[in-house]
């Protein structure tokens, strides 16, 4: 446990100079008057702020005392408190008491993680209902073990190949993010999301997975782009957990998340508090339901008329109209990529990653981004001509990536038989459609080759 706060602390001999936070770093907030710079604030609430008054609304919001930190950490853990709602509600955005907020003081050290990890254990709460937050803790230590391990990544992909994906670029890129980092997409849960951030320096983890896949998922824009905006606007912007939680949304990280939010739907937000809050041009939509409020395109045009709204002028129209379509293009600049680099995965279709040690391991890849050579063409694991059940396909791939690791590993024979008949045991039901399977497989992996002076293993 965290050892108690001394009673006091020695000074230093002499203190250090410092600038001020006026003439020295140009940050004071005080003292303007309106119409002596441009500033919306100066005139009316917007997000885009003078130099001085930016960070009036962030500290309108927080208390970023150890007090305050500590008051947050207390009242989190109280059996009536956010912990007792995270485990089933943390991806509600309209219920602020649903995550703890503690974010930015773990960020810099105002709450130690130590201290929140022995709070969390000591809360009057069956064990189930803080697994998950107590899990997230040590999600910090993952971020920065991979940080450590790939310390460029927060500007390179760990996989280096997904870089030369072919992105939307020239003044469609451009508008695009344009879009997306003023909040002004179309999307109210979107656009929420970055308006939030804006003024608060915060947002739910629920909406950043929203704002991050729209992003990289829907616009085709790379993981940098939103890494370097968050960066920018979070108070709680960590490098490794910004670097880590970007490059999987944006499937070049270690990890790749397996799921696509829907922009549309606003689960995260049942209620429409959240883009009644941080929307208010559409907030009177929700007389007509919080779907129509969510879509403002589907509303009818006396809706709009009653809600005074007019899209393309009060509010945004979208700046993509068919998602199915712009996901499709994102995934076919993708295929297109990995086709054209198949040096960078295994005989199982998952990308190959390289450690600081020269070594190569592989890196689990969602299923629709695998390639496997079958009867010597590279297909899509989810086109494949021959449909095989999914456990059976599940194991004969386990088994398959078998195969490609013996190569390098002593004692290869003995290693493979045992390995592949723990499979075949584990997948027992399965076993004659493997044994079928398996008579149709390459019984070794290529040996591991060099080219253009790089020392890569090309992969069957």
């Known amino acids: 446990r965290p050892a108690p ?16 936070v006026d003439d020295g770093l140009g940050l004071a907030m005080d003292g303007l008057e309106p119409g002596r710079e441009t500033c919306r604030r100066c005139r009316e609430a917007r997000v885009d702020l003078c130099r001085r008054h930016w960070a009036l609304p962030i500290l309108e919001e927080w208390d970023f005392s150890e007090k305050g930190g500590l008051h947050l ?11 007792a709602l995270y485990e089933k509600e943390r991806s509600r955005a309209d219920l602020p008491n649903a995550t703890s907020r503690l974010s930015p003081y773990l960020r810099f050290g105002v709450v ?7 709070a969390l254990r000591d809360a009057a709460l069956p064990a189930e209902a803080k697994q998950v937050m107590s899990r997230r803790l040590f999600w910090r230590d993952l971020a920065y073990f991979q940080h450590w391990c790939f310390p460029q990544m927060s500007t390179r992909s760990v996989r280096p190949h997904h870089d ?24 109210p849960m979107v656009d929420a999301a970055m ?9 739910n983890q629920a909406v950043r997975i929203i704002a991050a896949g729209f992003l990289t998922e829907f616009l085709n824009l790379p993981w940098q782009d939103g890494h370097r905006w968050f960066n ?17 949304a944006g499937r070049a990280g270690v990890d790749q998340w397996n799921f696509v939010v829907d922009p549309e739907a606003g689960s995260q937000d049942p209620t429409g508090e959240y883009v009644k809050r941080w929307v208010p041009e559409v907030a009177r939509l929700r007389a007509f339901g919080v779907d129509v409020m969510h879509r403002p395109w589907t509303a009818t045009p006396s809706q709009l008329k009653a809600a005074g709204i007019e899209l393309g002028k009060t509010y945004p129209n979208r700046i993509i109209t068919d998602l199915p379509a712009a996901r499709e293009k994102t995934v076919r600049a993708m295929h297109r990529m990995l086709l054209q680099h198949p040096e960078w995965r295994t005989g199982s279709g998952h990308d190959v990653i390289m450690l600081a040690t020269g070594q190569y391991v592989r890196a689990h890849t969602r299923p629709e981004f695998r390639f496997i050579r079958d009867d010597g063409v590279l297909t899509p694991l989810e086109q494949r001509d021959r449909p095989v059940d999914e456990a059976v396909e599940e194991a004969i791939i386990e088994i398959h990536d078998v195969l490609a690791d013996a190569p390098r590993q002593k004692n290869a024979d003995l290693m493979v038989t ?18 079928d399977k398996l008579e149709r497989m390459p019984k070794q992996a290529p040996a591991p080759i060099t080219t ?9």
Do not use: C
């Open 232 to 248: 920018d606007q979070l108070i709680d912007a960590d490098a490794p957990i910004n670097a880590m939680m970007w490059q999987n």
């Open 418 to 435: 045992s390995r592949v008949e723990k499979v075949v045991r584990k997948n027992k039901w399965h076993e004659q459609a493997m044994y």
């Open 452 to 460: 253009g002076g790089d020392r890569r293993r090309r992969w069957n």
């Open 5 to 20: 706060a001394p009673g006091s602390l020695w000074p230093p001999v002499e203190w250090p100079a410092s600038l001020t």
């Open 112 to 118: 130690s993680p130590r201290s929140l990890h022995y």
């Open 73 to 83: 950490v207390s009242e989190f853990a109280k059996v009536t408190g956010g912990l």
């Open 195 to 203: 308006r939030e951030m804006a003024q608060t320096g915060w947002m």
């Open 164 to 187: 030369l994906q072919e992105w939307t670029s020239g003044a469609e890129g451009k508008k695009y993010l344009k879009a997306w980092t003023t909040g002004y997409t179309g999307y």
